[in-house]
C-alpha cells in the first residue's frame, strides 16, 4: 500500500485480498458467494470511497445529474480490472440501487462472464446479480464494427442510461493497451485504477496515470488487487465459518448449552431471551 502511495500519489482506496485459483478461473463474484468475508469487505471499502467521492462533487457542483459513472481499468492486462468491477457491481446492487454494467473492452469481452444472464447486443440484460443490468455490446457486431464507432456509442448509451440508474460501471481496455479508455473519459465522473500487486509494475501504473492525468481525469485513486499485508480485525468483524479466517483467531463461541441465551457483559452472568 505504501509503495503504491508513494509511486503513483494517489491513494489506496481499498485493500483487496488475493483470491484463491478457483475463484480466479471461475469468474465467480465472491461477495455474493462470501458475503462476510475480508474480500467482499474490501470492496464494500471501496463502494464506500466512491460514495464519498459522490457526496464531496455533489457539495461542491461538480457533477452531472443522474447516475455515478465510474470507469474501472488497469494500465495492463490480466490485472483484475473486471473482477474488481463484477464485485463492485454486486456489492453497489445491495443497497437496493439500479446498476449498469457495461463492457466497453470489446476486444476482449468477459464481463457477462461473471454476471451471467443473456448477452444480446444493443440490450439491457438482465443478470444472475440481482439489482445488476448488463450491456454486452453497444453495436450489433462490436468486433466488426471500427473502433471509433463503438466508442462513440458508448459514450451516447451512456449519457442516455444517467437518468435510468443510480450507477453506471465501465469495464475498459487497459490504458496503455489502447486508447479506448481515454476517449471515454469525457463522460465519466470517477475513474478507479486496478493495481495487481507483484505483476503490476511501478513504472506502467505511473505512466497510466500519467496518461489518465493528462486528458484531464486524475484516477480517484487505486483498487490494491492481491493485497496480503491487510489490517486485520478479524476476530471481530468476522463470522466463525469465515473460510479467511485464522483457526487460531476465531472467536470463542459460547458454552451455554441454552441457545437462547446471551451475555449480559455488566454482570458477567447468562440471560435468556425470555428474561
Same mark, same amino acid.
Not at 134 to 156: H, K
Given at each position: 500500500?505504501?509503495?503504491? +502511495?508513494?509511486?503513483?500519489?494517489?491513494?489506496?482506496?481499498?485493500?483487496?485480498?488475493?483470491?484463491?485459483? +478457483?475463484?480466479?478461473?471461475?469468474?465467480? #463474484? #465472491?461477495?455474493?458467494?462470501?458475503?462476510?468475508?475480508?474480500?467482499? =469487505?474490501?470492496?464494500? &471499502?471501496?463502494?464506500?470511497?466512491?460514495?464519498?467521492?459522490?457526496? @464531496?462533487?455533489? =457539495?461542491?457542483?461538480?457533477?452531472?445529474? $443522474?447516475?455515478?459513472?465510474?470507469?474501472?481499468?488497469?494500465?495492463?492486462?490480466?490485472?483484475?480490472?473486471?473482477?474488481?468491477?463484477?464485485?463492485?457491481?454486486?456489492?453497489?446492487?445491495?443497497?437496493?440501487?439500479?446498476? !449498469?454494467?457495461?463492457?466497453?473492452?470489446?476486444?476482449?469481452?468477459?464481463?457477462?462472464?461473471?454476471? $451471467?444472464?443473456?448477452?444480446?447486443?444493443?440490450? !439491457?440484460?438482465?443478470?444472475?446479480?440481482?439489482? @445488476?443490468?448488463?450491456?454486452?455490446?453497444?453495436?450489433?457486431?462490436? $468486433?466488426?464494427?471500427?473502433?471509433?464507432?463503438?466508442? =462513440? &456509442?458508448?459514450?451516447?448509451?451512456?449519457?442516455?442510461?444517467?437518468?435510468?440508474?443510480?450507477? #453506471?460501471?465501465?469495464?475498459?481496455?487497459? @490504458? !496503455?493497451?489502447?486508447?479506448? &479508455?481515454?476517449?471515454?473519459?469525457?463522460?465519466?465522473?470517477?475513474?478507479?485504477?486496478?493495481?495487481?500487486?507483484?505483476?503490476?509494475?511501478?513504472?506502467?501504473?505511473?505512466?497510466?496515470?500519467?496518461?489518465?492525468?493528462?486528458?484531464?481525469?486524475?484516477?480517484?485513486?487505486?483498487? !490494491?488487487?492481491?493485497?496480503?499485508?491487510?489490517?486485520?480485525?478479524?476476530?471481530?468483524?468476522?463470522?466463525?465459518?469465515?473460510?479467511?479466517?485464522?483457526?487460531?483467531?476465531?472467536?470463542?463461541?459460547?458454552?451455554?448449552?441454552?441457545?437462547?441465551?446471551? #451475555?449480559?457483559?455488566?454482570?458477567?452472568?447468562? @440471560?435468556?431471551?425470555? $428474561?
Amino acid at each position: 500500500k505504501e509503495d503504491v +502511495e508513494v509511486t503513483l500519489d494517489l491513494p489506496v482506496l481499498a485493500e483487496i485480498p488475493p483470491l484463491d485459483r +478457483e475463484h480466479r478461473k471461475s469468474c465467480r #463474484i #465472491i461477495t455474493m458467494e462470501e458475503p462476510r468475508s475480508r474480500s467482499a =469487505e474490501s470492496f464494500r &471499502a471501496l463502494r464506500s470511497a466512491l460514495d464519498y467521492a459522490r457526496m @464531496v462533487d455533489e =457539495e461542491q457542483g461538480r457533477t452531472e445529474d $443522474g447516475a455515478q459513472v465510474v470507469l474501472v481499468t488497469s494500465a495492463g492486462p490480466s490485472e483484475g480490472k473486471t473482477t474488481t468491477l463484477a464485485n463492485l457491481a454486486a456489492v453497489m446492487a445491495e443497497g437496493e440501487r439500479r446498476v !449498469l454494467a457495461v463492457n466497453c473492452d470489446f476486444r476482449r469481452p468477459r464481463l457477462h462472464r461473471y454476471l $451471467g444472464g443473456m448477452a444480446a447486443p444493443q440490450k !439491457l440484460n438482465a443478470t444472475d446479480v440481482p439489482g @445488476v443490468q448488463l450491456v454486452t455490446q453497444v453495436t450489433r457486431a462490436d $468486433g466488426d464494427a471500427t473502433p471509433s464507432d463503438v466508442v =462513440e &456509442a458508448q459514450r451516447r448509451l451512456v449519457t442516455r442510461a444517467r437518468d435510468r440508474f443510480d450507477v #453506471i460501471l465501465l469495464d475498459t481496455a487497459p @490504458v !496503455l493497451t489502447t486508447n479506448d &479508455a481515454s476517449e471515454l473519459l469525457s463522460v465519466v465522473d470517477h475513474v478507479v485504477l486496478v493495481v495487481a500487486a507483484g505483476q503490476t509494475t511501478a513504472d506502467s501504473a505511473a505512466r497510466a496515470t500519467e496518461l489518465l492525468e493528462r486528458r484531464g481525469c486524475p484516477p480517484l485513486g487505486v483498487a !490494491l488487487v492481491g493485497a496480503r499485508d491487510v489490517p486485520n480485525s478479524s476476530e471481530y468483524y468476522y463470522d466463525d465459518d469465515d473460510p479467511y479466517l485464522e483457526p487460531s483467531r476465531r472467536r470463542r463461541r459460547s458454552t451455554s448449552k441454552d441457545p437462547d441465551a446471551v #451475555i449480559d457483559l455488566a454482570s458477567r452472568t447468562e @440471560v435468556t431471551a425470555g $428474561g
